[in-house]
């Protein structure tokens, strides 16, 4: 079992910056791969970025690459999303989720999943 717990949303302007955190415990963390999704009123949950357990396999979606950037560390049991230029179209539930293979961690069914944190970009 795997547990997640986000950090780091709230309201921001457009243009602006966030950082969110994603802390968990319960397995190995560098054998976890690890990834963020969003989903927005009225919307499927998407996904959004990930990357495998030593950070060596990065993989985004279209619409923030070169705004979003994933990180980890290992030592911290952590995982980040750095969010830069956010547009209000950023505005979700952003949620943690966890696997232990990288292709699966990107699938709409990951194992294991964090209780989402709400990001708000006004315009």
């Known amino acids: 079992q795997v547990q997640l717990v986000e950090s780091g949303g709230g309201l921001v302007q457009a243009g602006g910056s966030l950082r969110l955190s994603c802390a968990a415990s319960g397995r190995t963390f560098r054998d976890t791969a690890m990834a963020w999704f969003r989903q927005a009123p009225g919307k499927e949950r998407e996904f959004v970025a990930a990357?495998?357990?030593?950070?060596?396999?990065?993989s985004y979606q279209d619409s923030v690459k070169g705004r979003f950037t994933i990180s980890r560390d290992n030592a911290k049991n952590t995982v980040y999303l750095q969010m830069n230029s956010l547009e209000p179209e950023d505005t979700a539930v952003y949620y943690c989720?966890?696997?232990?293979?990288?292709?699966?961690?990107?699938?709409?069914?990951?194992?294991?999943w964090g209780q989402g944190t709400q990001v708000t970009v006004s315009s």
């Open positions: 990357i495998s357990g030593l950070g060596g396999s990065l």
């Open positions: 989720a966890a696997d232990p293979l990288f292709k699966d961690v990107q699938s709409r069914s990951p194992r294991y």
